[in-house]
C-alpha cells in the first residue's frame, strides 16, 4: 500500500489495480482494511480503528483513494463529494474506432462535454448509455481532453460532473473509445496485469478541518505505454 497523504483526519493512498475498495462477495481483503491495520500499526492505536470510505474506484481502475479518519471529515467530505468541491481528474488511454476522432489537434484541444443517460444492469454489472433518456436511467455528465496520442492510443484526461456506475468506461466507448484492455466495454483485448488503462490522477479540495487547499497527483503506473504517453502531454 502507498500512502499519498495522512494528517489527523484524512489518509489518501495510491489504489493498485486489482484492489476492492470495499469489501464485497469475493471474500477478498478490501483496501480499507489495509489502510485500517496500517494506521493501528503506526500510531500504536488500541481497539478498533475508525475509517471511512467516502468514493470507491472500480477494482481493475488504479490511483488515488481519499479515505476519512474521523467521523468529522468523513460527514464533510460526504457533503463535499455530494456538491462537487472535490475535483478528481482521470487519465484514459483508449483506443479510437471513430475516424472523426482518430487525429486529435493536441495541442489546441479544449474539454469536450459529454452527456448520456445511463442504465445500470445489475446482473452483469455493467451501464448502458443512452442519447435521450429511457425509464431507470440517471443522467451522465463528463468533460474529456486528448493530452497525447501514440500511433495506437490517445490519452485523455478526464473530468467527471456526475458520478455514475462506470460512467467513465460507458460513456467513452458509447463515443466509439474504450478504455484499453476493458474488454466489458469493447476494448479488443485485455491487459495482462487484469488492469484496464484508467487512472484515478489527481485530487483537488478544501481540506474538511483544517482549510487548507489540498493538490496530489498520483504516480502512472510503470507500464511503457503510460510512461510514453506521459513524454507526450502537451
Given at each position: 500500500m502507498e500512502v499519498v497523504y495522512e494528517d489527523?483526519?484524512?489518509?489518501?493512498?495510491?489504489?493498485?489495480?486489482?484492489e476492492i475498495v470495499?469489501?464485497?462477495?469475493?471474500?477478498?481483503?478490501?483496501?480499507?482494511?489495509?489502510?485500517?491495520?496500517?494506521?493501528?500499526?503506526?500510531?500504536?492505536?488500541?481497539?478498533?480503528?475508525?475509517l471511512g470510505v467516502v468514493h470507491r474506484l472500480d477494482r481493475p481502475v488504479s490511483g488515488l483513494?481519499?479515505?476519512a479518519r474521523t467521523s468529522k471529515a468523513l460527514t464533510r467530505l460526504?457533503?463535499?463529494?455530494?456538491?462537487?468541491?472535490?475535483?478528481?481528474?482521470?487519465?484514459?488511454?483508449?483506443?479510437?474506432?471513430?475516424?472523426?476522432?482518430?487525429?486529435?489537434?493536441?495541442?489546441?484541444?479544449?474539454?469536450?462535454?459529454?452527456?448520456?443517460w445511463l442504465?445500470?444492469?445489475?446482473?452483469?454489472?455493467?451501464?448502458?448509455?443512452?442519447?435521450?433518456?429511457?425509464?431507470h436511467s440517471k443522467k451522465a455528465i463528463l468533460r474529456y481532453r486528448p493530452i497525447a496520442q501514440s500511433d495506437r492510443y490517445t490519452l485523455l484526461e478526464v473530468n467527471l460532473l456526475t458520478g455514475r456506475h462506470h460512467q467513465i468506461r460507458c460513456q467513452l466507448a458509447a463515443l466509439g473509445m474504450p478504455i484499453k484492455g476493458d474488454l466489458k466495454y469493447g476494448a479488443k483485448?485485455?491487459?495482462?496485469?487484469?488492469?484496464i488503462s484508467l487512472l484515478s490522477h489527481r485530487v483537488e479540495f478544501i481540506?474538511?478541518?483544517?482549510?487548507?487547499?489540498?493538490?496530489?497527483?498520483?504516480?502512472?503506473?510503470?507500464?511503457?505505454?503510460?510512461?510514453?504517453?506521459?513524454?507526450?502531454v502537451k
Open positions: 489527523n483526519h484524512i489518509i489518501i493512498v495510491n489504489k493498485k489495480s486489482g470495499q469489501g464485497d462477495k469475493t471474500g477478498d481483503v478490501p483496501l480499507s482494511d489495509t489502510v485500517k491495520a496500517y494506521i493501528k500499526e503506526r500510531y500504536q492505536k488500541p481497539g478498533e480503528v475508525f483513494v481519499v479515505f460526504n457533503k463535499m463529494f455530494a456538491e462537487g468541491q472535490v475535483h478528481k481528474t482521470y487519465w484514459a488511454i483508449v483506443e479510437m474506432r471513430n475516424e472523426s476522432h482518430s487525429t486529435f489537434n493536441i495541442q489546441h484541444s479544449a474539454f469536450n462535454e459529454l452527456t448520456h442504465v445500470r444492469n445489475e446482473k452483469q454489472n455493467k451501464s448502458y448509455a443512452y442519447d435521450h433518456e429511457v425509464p483485448r485485455s491487459n495482462p496485469d487484469g488492469s481540506h474538511p478541518v483544517s482549510k487548507e487547499k489540498i493538490v496530489l497527483e498520483s504516480p502512472l503506473p510503470e507500464d511503457n505505454l503510460w510512461q510514453t504517453l506521459k513524454k507526450l
